[in-house]
């Protein structure tokens, strides 16, 4: 009887680290399996074959060995050239690669969101798209994969259709409830009506889809500070001096 080895999986690299001498902890979302930490054994040394492959943004096929939670890296390879980013476009992937690295749960598999993430960085990459509503879009899917999904048609706390005329604040793991208040933390039912439809044309509905992923994800990702957002604004400082 022949054995086969198993199939080679398409997988993006998320997050790298040193592990012990000569190998890195490598973080890849892997179609059909999701967040996928692995082993990278001696991808530190010079003579690495691996070595300039762990990068993210570079499409690429995997096989791994084990049944742990920590895989063993067998085989890696390039599966097209890297998805070419420079500037806003980069620090944007960056914050989608942070977000799938803190909140996706391991082996995982979210159908649907590797291809919608590959799609993203392949649009991202075009100069003649606006960054903002890609953004949006990703941040929304990716909300509802991760089982936070929200009702933009009907208020949480009566049942009743969204109001264009109303205003809301949004309540982690609840929706959107019915509010007095008027600050810039509330959204306006033709707001949410607008999100809802993704009219991300409307700079109006695109600002307050903004507003309402930074507090979507806050609850979710905690303390935890995303780097990407400070190089950004490291990056903008020095594009002013």
């Known amino acids: 009887m022949v054995m086969t080895e198993p199939e080679m ?8 680290r040193p592990y012990r001498e000569t190998s890195q902890l490598v973080d890849l979302f892997v179609a059909s399996m999701g967040k996928v ?18 990068q993210p943004f570079l499409p690429l096929h995997i096989r ?16 097209s050239p890297q998805v070419a980013l420079q500037g806003e476009r980069l620090f944007s992937a960056l914050y989608l690669n942070e977000l799938l690295y803190h909140l996706l749960e391991p082996d995982t598999e979210y159908p649907g969101l590797y291809s ?10 075009d100069p003649l798209q606006p960054v903002s509503p890609l953004l949006r879009q990703f941040e929304l899917l990716l909300l509802q994969q991760l089982g936070y999904g929200v009702d933009f048609c009907y208020a949480a706390d009566s049942g009743l259709p969204i109001e264009p ?7 982690p793991e609840a ?16 707001e949410i009506i607008g999100m809802a439809e993704r ?18 994800f806050a609850a979710l990702l905690g303390n935890r500070p995303l780097k990407s957002r400070e190089l950004y604004s490291a990056f903008i400082a020095r594009r002013s001096e």
Do not use: W
């Not at 692995?38 to 492959?53: E, F, I, P, Q």
């Open 9 to 16: 999986l398409p997988a993006f690299v998320l997050h790298t």
């Open 165 to 171: 005329a109303c205003f809301y604040r949004y309540e």
């Open 116 to 125: 919608s993430y590959f799609q993203t960085l392949l649009v991202l990459s």
């Open 37 to 54: 930490s692995m082993v990278a054994k001696g991808s530190r040394t010079s003579r690495s074959a691996v070595k300039g492959l762990l």
């Open 175 to 190: 929706g959107f409830i019915t509010t007095a208040l008027r600050d810039h933390t509330v959204f306006s039912g033709t």
């Open 199 to 216: 009219d991300f044309i409307n700079a109006q509905i695109l600002a307050a889809a903004r507003r309402f992923s930074r507090q979507a």
């Open 64 to 79: 791994y060995s084990g049944k742990s939670n920590l895989k063993t890296l067998v085989q890696l390879e390039a599966r």
